[in-house]
């Protein structure tokens, strides 16, 4: 017996590195994502960019825009648009308090990845974030760097 290799095997855990250096989290959160047929598709083959993104609320309900989803391969007329605005899904009491937390002046709420969970579904985590000053950003480039010293010092 030969054992077909499926494409969408690989597991799909998509970061955004920029946000954690540009962010401080301060909640995180975990939300479905409202996706059109071929846009499942393809993020489970990877094709997804979570650089640009940010979300904003609009009548009580929270968008990500910005994200980019590459156009399927496969498809042929029926393709999706690959920035369009998508829905997130949260229950209501998440949405309250994290509507409530974001009228606060200097935060935002950023995606920080995508992801598939066990049920194959797509989920984005966000999280409410306030920018980093510059010298915030010093100080975790030097951190990182101390740390990368001492792993090699390990060796």
Do not use: W
Not at 14 to 40: C, H, M, P, R
Not at 67 to 95: C, F, G, T, W
Not at 119 to 134: D, F, P, W
């Amino acid at each position: 017996m030969t054992t077909k290799k499926n494409r969408f095997e690989k597991i799909i855990n998509i970061k955004n590195k920029k946000a954690s250096f540009e962010f401080e989290f301060i909640d995180k959160y975990v939300a479905g994502i409202q996706l059109k047929g071929t846009e499942i598709k393809s993020i489970r083959e990877g094709k997804v960019s979570l650089t640009e993104a940010y979300c904003y609320f609009r009548r009580g309900e929270l968008f990500i825009k910005q994200m980019h989803i590459a156009p399927y391969s496969m498809a042929a007329s029926y393709n999706h648009d690959a920035v369009r605005e998508r829905k997130l899904l949260l229950n209501k009491q998440e949405l309250e308090k994290m509507e409530g937390k974001f009228s606060e002046k200097g935060l935002s709420i950023v995606p920080i990845r995508i992801f598939i969970n066990d049920q194959g579904l797509a989920k984005v985590e966000i999280a409410l974030a306030r920018g980093k000053k510059i010298h915030d950003k010093r100080e975790s480039i030097k951190a990182k760097d101390t740390k990368r010293e001492l792993e090699r010092m390990k060796f």
